[in-house]
């Protein structure tokens, strides 16, 4: 995992745990807004750091 990859995916378990103790009903709040978007830059961070090949000879 890359550093960015890393530091979104501490970003969104902050911010979801800031949205859980705020609020305890199903309300959209700005750190679950946060939450979602550093969510989706994490993904996007996996994918664009993945050091995997592709072998399309099975063997």
Known sequence: MSKSAAGFF?????SG???LSLT???V???PLIACG???ALF????IA??????DPVLR
Request: a positive charge; zero cysteines.
């Open 17 to 19: 745990i800031l949205h």
């Open 24 to 26: 305890e009903e199903m």
């Open 43 to 46: 993904v996007l961070a996996l």
């Open 10 to 14: 501490i970003l969104a378990l902050l």
């Open 28 to 30: 959209i709040t700005l």
């Open 37 to 39: 978007l550093f969510t």
């Open 49 to 54: 750091g993945r050091k995997i090949k592709f």
